[in-house]
């Protein structure tokens, strides 16, 4: 039992258990609270049929911060990965699949031309990808100083971009805010390498590939600072979780589960307590939240306790989930047209084209789901014997779009949904229809009711430039430390976003043990 | 009748009392408040302004911009709204404030009207809701503009009570200064105030529009034998002044409206520090004003006596070493004073009242343009209080 008012840490999603983790280390009385029965928020492994298992949300990483894996020694505390470096697939109804692999190009039919832009291309973007992933680790800057000293983090982020060289700077400036398929039809010709480029800039967004700021969301997907590029965890997404959870409680931290935050109390301008559903009353001066910056500041927090420009900004923050998740119990591994053998436990893109995404895109922004929608594929159990009997599968799907503010609403939607997620599915595995046990969907509706994302957003809280770095969650609270005194965000609504990475949490916790006592 | 859809027709608005206060404007001086016209003066800008000092004056507030602001949360929201403790303001009472962004930068100021539990009316300069709406979220409230539902009127000066009394209305007797009361006018409820915008005793009358001609007409005849008189804005201005009174857009520049942010005032640079109270909830700026606090402020509001009978409109304020320091923001030669006298805006290091400063005065006599530098003494109350302000029974005059 914690003796001391302890440092709160709300919600044990992997940033706030991150967060719990570094701040137990330098010797604070830690304690999280998380209204689930289990650790991982978002980042979770569940079974969905009897003897089926599957990472909730995200299925693969590829932005897990080195930092945090390497100070936390998450392989120390159990993590494994099943597969690092997993290769995209872009599948096609008549001809082979498109095979990648950062710069590589390992299958498929493209022109001479395509084929000798792509590696200049790829490298390029991650030359400029890594400009983004250099800020991952840091406090964003402010916009406003006092002092000369406090736009250094400012002078430090322009140095970055300007350490790229005259050329490359020049081009990064040029395409930071551009939609990714005029960049991609500046480069290439072929529709199907294109819908395969696009989808990264536009997964998990609502955006679509003639949307500005695509080119920013796809920096993002490819900032990760880690040498594993993408790669499945052994136990799906939860065992990333555990391994933090394990980090934290070795460190010493406490973890409560199944106690839900209702509300902060705050006295003289500084958090005082927490409040739990229970009624429970927890006296806190340091509070951290994990959840995103809408239910932190708007749902506990409440407006009252904020200035009213700042309050319709967080309220103006934009959150609305397109991508629905569909979880598929196989009694089989089922075979993708064009597609080798091998390649059936890779990333497995369902984006023909980047018109095909944008016509997806466009039933997003009149709230009704696509007709034709995009789908990332993993079938972990080709590396990942413990989430399925033997001989049986998992096929975990991110489906999009599938928009949180569906006109009419998602119940009377899931049936026809979940027969379209099959028919498209049929089309590029024919027979796998046959395979199919049990499924599961999870519509942005479902995932914000379970783990409480406002709009059932994965990233917290869309992720473009005009809700990045500096902006994010909104500008003026950008630097983790809320207006409330002892209130941190540290979650993916503040820098540097969304994807499993932890950098969040590691930047609050660094800056809530850096602010003077 | 014309369609309710042809609204864009009437460019500029009549208020409630029009037909009484065109028939009264002898001069036909009219100037546009908001959405309305209103009299600039009746018939002479000094008479008038005798009357208000020496008898009393009537002026139509009706196009002043009114918010109703009901529901649970009401009191927690203007709480949030304004620098102020708002719970400190009984039912019955009314209270003056200001408003602020978020970097603690004045929006404007107004009066809280405390009209009944979980009620209440927010009377401002400028039209302030979409900034009300804006503040409201989170709060189980309900926010109306209200100003062409209401007709307001201010009877002001030392017989303003003797005219009331005169009308039979016996409440006054115990009504303190901001204290509101309701009685029976002819079968409407008219609510009486005893508040006003020019220092003196002075009451203001709220009524609804269809009742507000036979108020005007009650009050004149009422009146008669007290000398009332009307008065435009112009009268109500020298008044404002000499009662030490702000303005928005003349003594700060409202912060929504402000392109510069050098430009703009928090509550401590405008003399209101005793309208910010850091020891009730969370109010907007209320960060931003601790920290001000802590720094300290840039400027400061002055009263100044300026030496000499030339009005200092517009006048650079300069220090003993002859650097500016501020200019005048308001300015009058005050006929009660027998005194030039100005507010001014001087940087935070200047100003206190030990300090000389001297305004630079330009002036013309017969079109020959004249410099003056004339010393200016630092004023610690509002020019003009007289007694009367402020007696429980008003006196009877």
Redesign the interface.
Known sequence: MIKQKPTVVIGAGHNGLVAAAYLARAGQAVLVLEAGAHVGGAAATHEFFKGFRVSSVSHLTSLLDPVVHNDLSLARHGLVFAKTHVKSVALAVDQEALVFEGAQLLAGTLSELDRAAFAPFVKRMQRFASVLGRQHGRVPPRLQWDRLIDAWPAARFGLDVRRLGREDMREFLRVITMAIQDVLDEEFSSDHLKGALAMDAVLGTKLGPRSGNTVFSYLHRHSGQGHLGVALPQGGMGAVSQSLAAAARDAGAEIRLNSKVTSLE?SA?AVAAVLLESGERVEASTVLSSLDPKTTL?ALL???????????RV?HFRSIGTAAKVHIALSGLPQFRGVQPEHVGERLLICPSAEYADEAFNAAKYQRYSEQPLMELSVPTVYDATLAPPGQHVLSAIVQYAPYDLKGGWEQARAPFEALVMQVLERYAPGIGKLVLATELLTPVDLERQFGMTGGHWHHGELSMDQALMLRPVH?IAQYQM?VQGLFLCGAGAHPGGGVMGSAGRNAAAVVLKRPS | MRSPRAHYLQVVKHTPFHTRTHAANQLNLWHRWRDYTVSDAYFDVALEYTALRNACAVFDISPMTKHRISGPDALPFLNRLVTRDVSKISEGRVGYCVWCDDRGQVIDDGTIFHLGQNDYRLCSQERQLDWLVRSALGFDVQIREETAEIAAIALQGPTSAAVLRAMGISCIESLTPFSISVVDLAGAPLMISRTGFTGDLGYELWVAPTHAEQLWDALFEAGALYGIKPMGTHALEMARIEAGFIQAGVDFLPADRAIRTDRTRSPFELDLTWLVDFNKDHFTGRAALLFERTRGPRYRLVRLDVEGNKPAKDAYIYDDKRRVVGAVTSSLWSPMCKASIALASVEVTRGSPSDTLWAEIYYQKELKWSRANARCRVVSEAFYTPARRKLTPPPNI
């Open positions: 705050v301008g708007l409440g407006a009252r306790h904020l200035d009213t420009e700042l309050a319709q309220h003026g207006p």
